[in-house]
């Protein structure tokens, strides 16, 4: 007789707490790409009205609750919210992991997209060329100081002679996106990833 080993499932169950349609959309699209064979087994996505909400304990509390309602048991919860170089939502989103943690939801953390989820995709431009249809050159500056990169994302697309629409093409640029490049340019995106994809 031949015993298997079975190795139990480390991965995890995330929820996702996201600020609209485009990101709710781009972020799992994100993590299906970008995680190893270790990433999350499930991904349940809930969507604020905004990042008032989503800097908000208690809305925030309400809508963990509501997954955790849903869905069943949840290992981690990441509310990822935009800077738009506004300087203290980082502070912000602090005093809300700890108002969070004092209520019970220790499983909650903060990811902030430096500058805005866009701005994770910027950086590589390969993966804007493949859903433009075509090689796009090197974006110049600083990708993560950028404070609107979604308005740099429509004048690329114009330039090409395609409207930009942040639901479609975030999502498309999400699933070819080298995280590896794009993280090296906008160290959030990092971030995000190992707070999202790891066990």
């Known amino acids: 007789m031949v015993l298997r080993e079975h190795r139990r499932d480390t991965r995890v169950k995330l929820g996702l707490i ?17 995680c190893s064979g270790d990433g999350p087994t499930s991904i ?18 309400a809508t963990a609750q509501a997954l955790i ?15 738009d170089c506004v300087g203290d939502r980082r502070a912000k989103a602090a005093n809300c992991e700890r108002e969070l943690r004092a209520a019970g ?14 701005g994770w995709l910027l950086p590589d431009e390969k993966a804007i060329g493949v859903v433009l249809g075509s090689a796009m050159s090197r974006l110049n500056g ?11 994302l429509r004048q690329v697309f114009r330039r090409h002679g395609m409207r930009y629409n942040a639901v479609v093409h975030n999502q498309a640029i999400a699933e070819h996106l080298n995280h590896a490049v794009a993280g090296g340019r906008n160290p959030s995106l990092s971030t995000f990833l190992a707070l999202a994809c790891n066990s």
């Open 18 to 34: 996201v600020e609209g349609k485009s990101d709710d959309r781009c972020l799992r699209r994100l993590l299906q790409t970008c």
């Open 44 to 61: 349940w996505v809930r969507r604020t009205n905004g990042v008032g909400d989503s800097l908000n304990a208690k809305k925030v509390l």
């Open 69 to 83: 309602a849903e869905h069943g048991s949840i290992d981690r919860i990441v509310v990822c919210i935009d800077e």
């Open 105 to 118: 939801l220790g499983s909650v953390s903060y990811s902030l997209a430096q500058q805005a989820v866009e």
């Open 142 to 152: 600083d990708i993560s100081a950028e404070c609107s990169p979604k308005a740099r």
